[in-house]
Nanobody, 113 residues
């Protein structure tokens, strides 16, 4: 059974940091590029970052230099380290095996003073 469980969201002040985690079932983690998406209220879901099985990474321009995606192949976990958070980063964050319609419940990130 394919499963994704995101965690680590919460409330952060502008300039603060959060680290998101996504535990994935081994069947999808080991063979897929993994991605983090986010969806803010009233907006479409946006691709934030991707990481291949070879650890090649890509980011949307708005998070470059602030966010870092990584994966732990032993634990089947993908992380999103978010630094220098801005109010516009507020959204529900989802991890996803890129190209597949498989989604977890998401984790809420709110950046506010």
């Amino acid at each position: 059974q394919v499963q994704l469980v995101e965690s680590g969201g919460g409330l952060a002040q502008p300039g603060g940091s959060l680290r998101l985690s996504c535990a994935a079932s081994r069947s999808i983690f080991s063979i897929n590029t993994m991605a983090w998406f986010r969806q803010a209220p009233g907006k479409e879901r946006e691709l934030v970052a991707t990481i291949t099985t070879w650890n090649r990474v890509n980011y949307v321009d708005s998070v470059k230099g602030r966010f870092t995606i990584s994966r732990d192949s032993a634990l089947n976990i993908v992380y999103l380290q978010m630094n220098t958070l801005k109010p516009e980063d507020t959204a529900v964050y989802y991890c996803n095996p890129l190209g597949r319609n498989v989604w977890g419940q998401g984790t809420q990130v709110t950046v506010s003073s």
